[in-house]
Every structure is written in structure tokens, then in C-alpha cells.
């Protein structure tokens, strides 16, 4: 193994324990000196890879909405806008089913949005998925699926809806199953569409 592709190693390990100590005791109970200890690497090391617990927090953050793009974007391989569409939705539950603690970071901590109200580029990465799906929603109306309407802001409509949804499963309020959360969530996305969709 190289040295550059270990040092890639040890941040990622970083990045991965940093995520577990802030979704136990928040941003201000973040140590660098803790994760360091739980990495395995020296308390001076860790400055080697993040300046301050500030970078190493922001880097969380850009991971975490970066993740949530990766699991959007193959939707964009479906052929026509309403099953690109579905399709993102789809891949929306997956991500939160495969990475509830990313999904809590970038949808529901205040420590989150502090940050974000703080810092352009942070906001930018933010934006990628809110435009994501606002192009999808578009597609949909401009091909007859959905009924007209400000693309914009039937994306808030539906990601306050999903947000709700997932954080209700996060927080343990739905059923834990997964045959049986993707069952209702498909139900609560269909009886959403019926009131955008034309039929």
C-alpha cells in the first residue's frame, strides 16, 4: 500500500469515528484528541490530515450530502422522466436505510444548518441534491406526468414530507422492518403524487 493511499485510509477512519463521537455528544463534545485515540494515531497526527475540529467537522458534512449525490445520481439512467423521478425517490429510502447517521447529520441537526447558513461552499454541496430533484420535477411536468406548477417549490413540498418521513423512522416512531418502512413510505409518496399528479 502507498503512502498516499494509506494517508486516504487514515482519513476516511477519521471521517468515520468523527461522524460516530458527533452523533453521540455534538459538535461541541467533539475532541480531536478523542478521535485520534479511537483512530489509533497520535493526538498531533490527526492535524496531519484536518487543520482544527472545524475543517474536520465541515469535511463531515461535505461527506455525508457528497454520499447522499452518489445514491441520487443513477437515477438519471431510467429513460423516461417519470421513472427518473421514481427512481430518486427510490434511491432517496436507500441512502437513508443504508446511512440513517449521514441522513440525520445534513437533514436534522441544527449544528447542520448552523453551518450551512455559515458557509457558501457548504451550501453549494447542499444545493447538488435540492436541484437534483427539482430537475426531476420539472422533467415531469414539462412531459404531462405532473400538473403544472413552480418546479422549486414543489421539491420543498416533497423533501419537508420526506424529511418528516425519515426522521419519524430515525427516531424509531415507524416500523423498523425494512419490507415494512419501504411499504409505507411507498404509500405516503403515492397519496403525495396524487395531489401533484395528473390523472
Request: proline share 2%; charged share 25%.
Amino acid at each position: 500500500m502507498t503512502s498516499e493511499s494509506t494517508s486516504n485510509s487514515t482519513k476516511d477512519i477519521i471521517l468515520e469515528r468523527a461522524l460516530e463521537q458527533y452523533m453521540e455528544v455534538g459538535y461541541k463534545g467533539l475532541s480531536m484528541r478523542n478521535i485520534a485515540q479511537k483512530v489509533g494515531i497520535s493526538a498531533t497526527a490527526i492535524y496531519r490530515h484536518y487543520s482544527n475540529k472545524e475543517a474536520l467537522f465541515h469535511q463531515i458534512i461535505k461527506t455525508g450530502f457528497g454520499t447522499y449525490t452518489k445514491y441520487l445520481m443513477p437515477a438519471l439512467e431510467a429513460d423516461t422522466a417519470e421513472k427518473r423521478f421514481r427512481q430518486t425517490l427510490e434511491n432517496a429510502l436507500n441512502f437513508v436505510l443504508d446511512h440513517p447517521k449521514y441522513f440525520e447529520l445534513i437533514f436534522v441537526k441544527s449544528d447542520t444548518k448552523d453551518e450551512l447558513a455559515n458557509h457558501d461552499d457548504l451550501r453549494k454541496d447542499s444545493k447538488i441534491s435540492f436541484d437534483f430533484y427539482s430537475a426531476r420535477i420539472h422533467e415531469c411536468i414539462k412531459e404531462g406526468v405532473f400538473k403544472e406548477d413552480h418546479p422549486g417549490e414543489v421539491s420543498v413540498l416533497l423533501l419537508a414530507s420526506f424529511t418528516g418521513f425519515f426522521s419519524l423512522y430515525i427516531g424509531g416512531l415507524l416500523p423498523r422492518s425494512e419490507d415494512e418502512v419501504r411499504a409505507l413510505y411507498w404509500r405516503t409518496v403515492n397519496r403525495i403524487l396524487n395531489g401533484i399528479s395528473i390523472t
